[in-house]
Every structure is written in C-alpha cells, then in structure tokens.
C-alpha cells in the first residue's frame, strides 16, 4: 500500500522512518553497519571532520521510501545533506518525490510527527 507521506529524521548514528498512513504512523529505525565517529584531532589526515557516510546506510533508508509518494528529509547537520547528495548522485527514482530538507536538532519521535503533520498540511494546502 502507498503511504501519502514519510519523514526522515537522521544524522551520522541512526536514521528514523515515519510512514504516515490515513490513521497512524510506522516508524522504522535504521542504524549504519558502522557507526562515524566525529574526530577531534586536527592534524588527522581526515583534518578534523567526519568520514564519507556509508551508502549502505542510505540505501537501507531508500528502502523503507519506497512506497512514499513524497517524503522530506530532516536533520541537524551534514548526513541529511549527504543523504540528498546521495538521492540526487543515483537514487532517481527517490529524487521526484522528496519535497523537503530541513534542520531540526534532535526531537522526540512525537516532535518529529508533529512537525512533519504541519509540514505535509502546509505543503498540501499550496498545491
């Protein structure tokens, strides 16, 4: 079955999938197969910043999208943007259906539902 919507919530050590339905949310949570860790050394080789994300992880949230018809995609730094970096490289058939990047901190997952709620409305209502 389509879900109308989904959102992402991710950053470098999980990523959380809401699928909205006509009268609940699933939620699934998908964590990389191994985890980045910031690096505080300055003069390392990487000069301080975290590795590449590993596309493993970005695949296994493509997979839990399939089924969205839109979806948006939040986050309080880089992996959302390497996420969308990653869409935009190979994942084309995501790339018509994401309407949305936005930096939110880190919400509960009742934080994260509510704002995606008020997101697809004002979307919605816009189109």
């Given at each position: ?26 939620l699934?949570k ?13 003069s390392?080789?990487k ?11 970005f695949e296994?949230?493509?997979k839990?999208?399939e089924d969205?018809?839109?979806f948006?995609?939040?986050g ?14 190979g ?7 994401l309407?949305g ?7 509960t ?17 816009m189109r």
């Amino acid at each position: 079955m389509k879900n109308h919507h989904a959102a992402v919530w991710l950053d470098h050590e999980e990523a959380r999938v809401f699928l909205f339905h006509q009268d609940d949310v699933d939620l699934v949570k998908v964590h990389p197969d191994k985890p980045h860790h910031h690096l505080h050394n300055k003069s390392d080789p990487k000069g301080g910043r975290r590795a590449s994300a590993d596309p493993h992880f970005f695949e296994g949230i493509a997979k839990h999208l399939e089924d969205a018809a839109e979806f948006v995609v939040l986050g309080p730094a880089t992996a959302k943007l390497e996420f969308v970096k990653w869409i935009h490289k190979g994942a084309h058939g995501l790339e018509p259906r994401l309407v949305g990047v936005e930096t939110v901190d880190h919400p509960t997952d009742g934080q994260i539902i509510a704002y995606a709620k008020k997101y697809f409305r004002a979307a919605d209502r816009m189109r």
